[in-house]
Every structure is written in C-alpha cells, then in structure tokens.
C-alpha cells in the first residue's frame, strides 16, 4: 500500500530555490529599476530563509561549521568595507551561492528527496530551454557577439553557464527517469546545443573539461576515445540534416573568432590579462594587511578607483580577502572533497553513487574553470554547484544510516529510498 510522503514547508522551499533562481536569472533585466526587481526579490526571499537556516537549522557537522565561519570572515571584511552597501550587496549574492552546500545537506538526506531535487533541476532546464524560444520568437533581450543571430534574452549569453550545469546533471538524473527517456534525453541534447551556440568561451573550455573529467572518472579512456569519434560524426550529421544551426553557429563563431583562438595577439588584449596584472602588482606594492586580509571585499571599483569591476574570481577574492581568502577558497573545496570521501568510500560499488560522485568532479572542474570568467556573484549558478554537492553528501549519510556500505548493487536499487 502506498502512502503519501509529506514534506516540511522548509523542504519544498528548498526544492523551490532552482525554479526561483532560474525565473529571476532570465527576467531581471527586464526591470528599469536597480530596486523594484525579480533579482532583489528573489535575494531578499532566498536570503531571509538562508538567515533563518544558519539560526535554527545549520547543520553541526565540521563542514558545515567550517562553511559558516568562512562565510563569516567574508561577512567581517564586508563590515569593516568602506561602502557597505555595496559590499554587503555583492557579499549577499556570494553568501546564497556558498549556503546552498549545507542547505543541501541538510534537507537532501535521502534517495527519495534527492530524486526529487533532480526532477527539480530537470524542469528548471525546460524553464531555460522555454525562455530561449520566447526570446528567439519575439527577439527579445541581447544576441550577443552577432546582432539579429540568436537571441538569450534578459540573461544574455552568460545564461548559457547555468545551462550547462544542468546539463551535466544528466547523467544521474536518467537513472530516475522511467517514461519518456527519448525525450528527456533529447531535451538535454537541446540544451547542450544552447549552450554551445553562445559561442561563450568558458563555456566550450568547460563543456569539454567537463566531458574529459566524466569520462577519466568512470575510468572509461576508451569510450572517451569512440566519444570524440562520435562526435566528429554527429557534428558532421548536424552540418548537413541541419544546415540552418550549422550556418548559425559558424556565423557566430566567426563573429567572435578573435576571441576564441588564443593567439598571442588577443590575449595581450584580453581584459582579464590586464586585470590580473593589475590586481598582483596592487597586492605586490600593498601593506601587510592588504596582503594578508585584502582590501574592499567585493568592491574593487572604489579600490581601483574606476568603473570596472573584477571578472575573475581568483582576483576578486586575491584582492577583496588576501592570502587568506584566497587559501580559504581552495580549502573549503579540499573539505567539501574530504567529507565526501568519508561516505563514497564506502558507496562506491553503488551505480547511483558512483554517478553522483562522477558528476560531483566535472561540477568542480567546471567551477575552476567558470572562475576565470567570473562566478562569484552568480547566485544561480553556484547555487545548483553547492546545492548538488550538499545533497551528495546528505544523501550518502543518510543512506549509510539506514542501509550500511554497499556490496554490489545494481540500477534497479537507485530507484527506492525512504524519505
């Protein structure tokens, strides 16, 4: 006999933040106003249940308390900031991405809910997928790199980051899906192609560092080789079934053509090449406190004294937060990598977990790589990171609670689980 699970409200709140994120992600910027907006609103609502979390619900496990002191010290830099406001703004959007880790652990705590969480993920991909063909229907929103090609709307091409993201939640995601494979599958293979034709060059470096790390993870070198092969095949099958994307995408690959082959010429012009230079001979020639502690935490402009802000996070956190932060960066990955360690270790001849746990390192190298371009502020995308990670742990917890370590389970165990 089946009986209806019930969640708490805080649960499906939870489920709730992919959907929110997405919505505000793709309207913002349809808003005159810097106040009134889906982007403001979305931080307040997210950010009063992510105050109310750490309060009365923040898990007590060494690395959820180590992920609240490291938002804690960023908390700190940001009061003793020149400008609050403005770093307190920033630092809210840096705070929702990060809190998402022990949120997820917290409520992701079983195969039941995380099945859930996925099917989440999934339909905020067809949220994504939607907006893009509103936008190319009605033109509404940015083409960027080539005007009247395709259009990404209010989120413009940097949309495409969080596309890609889910689009990597495929491989787990399928394990759960029972009707309509063909189709789910074919919806993650239209959002590939969105994500590839903005031409955004991060996202192809990480699209194919993703692939790469997916494939050496499950150990699988030769399938990596059939999938090059595979894909040299399927590009050329797109080029002549589908003449019209083919066209599009190579109209936009040579608009920005200068920007995509890394010839010496474009990098000296690259303006993330400057703003490196820049920040290490500010950090170079600064006191010891600048060194150490950095200066205007998410507030490079007033530092700088100049419009611009940072678009690398590794120079964003170098200046704002020091040597410290930037070493608490990197730390706080190797504890999140440690902690899941502790349970995988023992899950490993689990399909599930060995999918998750796959999927867990190309949403790291993904992340590494993303940074270069610039995350931090990025509420959605390192939202669904850390919220993946989270209930990776949580669910391998809460599953070594109730079964034990896993001998040799097959796919058909993924799909049970209590609540």
Do not use: C
């Amino acid at each position: 006999m089946n009986r209806r699970i019930r969640y708490t409200w805080q649960f499906y709140f939870v489920m709730a933040i992919p959907v929110i994120n997405a919505i505000a992600s793709n309207t913002t910027e349809y808003f005159s106003s810097d106040i009134l907006n889906i982007g403001n609103l979305r931080a307040l609502i997210i950010g009063l249940f992510a105050a109310w979390f750490m309060f009365t619900r923040h898990p007590n496990d060494s690395l959820s308390r180590f992920t609240l002191y490291y938002l804690g010290y960023y908390f700190l830099l940001a009061l003793f900031s020149t400008d609050r406001f403005t770093s307190g703004t920033l630092y809210l959007k840096f705070l929702l991405g990060v809190i998402m880790m022990p949120i997820g652990y917290y409520y992701i705590k079983s195969i039941a809910r995380l099945e859930i969480l996925l099917k989440v993920l999934l339909f905020t991909l067809g949220l994504h997928i939607l907006n893009i063909i509103i936008v190319n229907i009605f033109q509404l929103g940015t083409s960027d790199y080539l005007d009247e090609t395709f259009y990404f709307g209010a989120g413009r091409v940097n949309i495409t980051k969080n596309i890609l993201i889910l689009v990597f939640m495929l491989p787990v995601t399928m394990l759960f899906i029972r009707k309509y494979r063909r189709i789910v599958f074919i919806l993650y293979i239209v959002a590939f192609l969105i994500a590839i034709v903005g031409i955004k060059r991060s996202v192809l470096i990480s699209a194919a560092a993703g692939v790469v790390t997916y494939l050496a993870v499950k150990q699988k070198f030769s399938l990596l080789l059939r999938t090059a092969v595979i894909t040299s095949v399927s590009l050329l099958l797109i080029v002549v079934m589908f003449q019209g994307f083919a066209d599009l995408f190579m109209s936009r690959f040579e608009a920005r053509e200068e920007r995509v082959e890394l010839t010496e010429e474009t990098i000296e012009t690259e303006g993330r090449l400057s703003e490196t230079e820049t920040v290490f001979s500010a950090w170079s020639a600064g006191s010891f406190k600048h060194k150490l502690v950095g200066s205007e935490v998410f507030n490079d402009r007033l530092y700088f004294d100049t419009s611009r802000m940072l678009h690398t996070d590794y120079m964003i956190i170098l200046n704002g937060s020091g040597l410290i932060g930037l070493f608490l960066w990197f730390y706080l990955f190797y504890r999140i990598i440690k902690e899941k360690n502790k349970y995988y270790r023992l899950l490993r001849n689990h399909i599930l977990f060995r999918e998750m746990n796959a999927v867990f390192w190309v949403l790291l190298v993904v992340q590494l790589v993303l940074s270069v371009s610039g995350t931090v502020y990025a509420i959605e995308l390192r939202s669904l990171i850390f919220l993946f990670w989270g209930a990776f742990i949580g669910t391998m917890k809460g599953y070594l609670q109730d079964k034990g370590p896993v001998v040799n389970w097959s796919r058909s165990v993924v799909l049970t689980g209590k609540s």
